[in-house]
């Protein structure tokens, strides 16, 4: 037996749109991960000076 194709099977699924608790859940991941990247930047700038 062959097994599906996980591309057929997603082409199968109905469209869900996104709930408004996940767009805030992607927002607030998003944004902590660009504070954070920041934060390292300037920890990196301010400990390790070449």
Do not use: H, T
Not at 1 to 25: C, I, N, S, T
Request: aromatic share 8%; no cysteine; glycine share 6%.
């Amino acid at each position: 037996m062959e097994q599906p194709k996980v591309g057929d099977e997603m082409r199968k699924m109905a469209y869900e749109p996104l709930l408004p608790v996940e767009k805030r859940l992607i927002a607030w991941s998003f944004g902590l991960g660009v504070v954070l990247l920041v934060v390292l930047v300037l920890v990196s700038r301010a400990f390790l000076k070449a």
